[in-house]
C-alpha cells in the first residue's frame, strides 16, 4: 500500500510539473503573439517580409510540392504548428527544449509530395485507384541574420548595406532543427535555408547535409511602394 501510495505521489509531481512547464511555454506563446500583433506593421526586416511572402511559391516550384502553407513563422506568428508540438510532448516524442528549438525556425509549411510511382501508374493502369495518395511533408526554414557590410571607397565615403548571406550556423541550424520537427511529428521534415548570396564554400556544406538553398537576390525584391501608374486613356 505504501509503495503504491508512494508511486502514485510521484507520478502526480510528474504532471504538476509538465502542466507547469506547459503553461509557461503557453504563457510565452501568449506575449509573442500579443506583441507580434502590436507590431504588425514595423514587425521584420524588409528581407524577412518577402520571404515570408514569396517562398511558399518558390519551395513549390524548387521542391516539386503542392499545396504548401505556413505552420509556424517567426514574422506571422502562425499558430497550428503549436498543438502538433503539444501532442509530441504529450506523447514523449518531443521535449519542451525540443518544441521551443523547433519554434525559434523562421518558417515551418506544410506541403503535399506526389509519390514518384504514380507517373508510373498514369502510363501503365488504366485506373486511377492504383495511385498513391499524397504524403504531408514539412518544409523548415532558416533566414540569416541580417548584417551591416561596411564599404570604404578612396574618396572616405563610407557606406553601409544591409547584407542577408547564408552561412554555415544557418545550414547547421536548419538541419538540427528539421531532425526535432521530424522525430516530433514522424513526418518527412525537409531543411531549406534562403537569402541573398552564399559563398561557394557554405554552398558546398549545404550538399553535404543535402539542404536546399533557395537565393532571393536582392534585385528580384518587389517595391512595396511602386509608382502610381499611368491613367488608363
Given at each position: 500500500?505504501?509503495?503504491?501510495?508512494?508511486?502514485?505521489?510521484?507520478?502526480?509531481?510528474?504532471?504538476?510539473?509538465?502542466?507547469?512547464?506547459?503553461?509557461?511555454?503557453?504563457?510565452?506563446?501568449?506575449?509573442?503573439?500579443?506583441?507580434?500583433?502590436?507590431?504588425?506593421?514595423?514587425?521584420?526586416?524588409?528581407?524577412?517580409?518577402?520571404?515570408?511572402?514569396?517562398?511558399?511559391?518558390?519551395?513549390?516550384?524548387?521542391?516539386?510540392?503542392?499545396?504548401?502553407?505556413?505552420?509556424?513563422?517567426?514574422?506571422?506568428?502562425?499558430?497550428?504548428?503549436?498543438?502538433?508540438?503539444?501532442?509530441?510532448?504529450?506523447?514523449?516524442?518531443?521535449?519542451?527544449?525540443?518544441?521551443?528549438?523547433?519554434?525559434?525556425?523562421?518558417?515551418?509549411?506544410?506541403?503535399?509530395?506526389?509519390?514518384?510511382?504514380?507517373?508510373?501508374?498514369?502510363?501503365?493502369?488504366?485506373?486511377?485507384?492504383?495511385?498513391?495518395?499524397?504524403?504531408?511533408?514539412?518544409?523548415?526554414v532558416e533566414l540569416p541574420?541580417?548584417?551591416?557590410?561596411?564599404?570604404?571607397?578612396?574618396?572616405?565615403?563610407?557606406?553601409?548595406?544591409?547584407?542577408?548571406?547564408?552561412?554555415?550556423?544557418?545550414?547547421?541550424?536548419?538541419?538540427?532543427?528539421?531532425r526535432l520537427l521530424e522525430?516530433?511529428?514522424?513526418?518527412?521534415?525537409?531543411?531549406?535555408?534562403?537569402?541573398?548570396?552564399?559563398?561557394?564554400?557554405?554552398?558546398?556544406?549545404?550538399?553535404?547535409?543535402?539542404?536546399?538553398?533557395?537565393?532571393?537576390?536582392?534585385?528580384?525584391?518587389?517595391?512595396?511602394?511602386?509608382?502610381?501608374?499611368?491613367?488608363?486613356?
Open positions: 500500500m505504501t509503495t503504491r501510495n508512494t508511486r502514485n505521489t510521484l507520478l502526480a509531481r510528474q504532471q504538476i510539473q509538465q502542466n507547469t512547464r506547459r503553461i509557461a511555454r503557453q504563457t510565452t506563446r501568449i506575449n509573442a503573439l500579443l506583441n507580434a500583433q502590436s507590431n504588425t506593421q514595423t514587425n521584420g526586416s524588409r528581407f524577412e517580409r518577402e520571404a515570408h511572402h514569396r517562398l511558399p511559391r518558390l519551395i513549390r516550384r524548387q521542391l516539386n510540392l503542392r499545396e504548401t502553407r505556413h505552420l509556424w513563422s517567426q514574422l506571422r506568428r502562425e499558430p497550428e504548428l503549436t498543438p502538433i508540438l503539444d501532442q509530441a510532448i504529450d506523447e514523449e516524442r518531443c521535449s519542451f527544449a525540443d518544441a521551443d528549438a523547433i519554434e525559434g525556425a523562421n518558417q515551418v509549411l506544410s506541403a503535399l509530395k506526389d509519390d514518384p510511382d504514380n507517373r508510373t501508374a498514369n502510363r501503365t493502369a488504366s485506373r486511377t485507384d492504383s495511385q498513391r495518395p499524397p504524403a504531408t511533408v514539412y518544409v523548415l541574420k541580417a548584417t551591416n557590410q561596411i564599404t570604404t571607397q578612396i574618396t572616405t565615403q563610407i557606406t553601409t548595406q544591409i547584407t542577408t548571406q547564408i552561412e554555415a550556423k544557418d545550414i547547421h541550424r536548419a538541419v538540427h532543427r528539421s522525430q516530433a511529428t514522424r513526418t518527412t521534415a525537409i531543411p531549406l535555408v534562403a537569402g541573398e548570396s552564399i559563398s561557394d564554400l557554405d554552398r558546398a556544406v549545404a550538399q553535404q547535409y543535402g539542404i536546399q538553398v533557395i537565393l532571393l537576390a536582392p534585385d528580384q525584391h518587389h517595391d512595396e511602394y511602386p509608382p502610381e501608374p499611368e491613367p488608363l486613356p
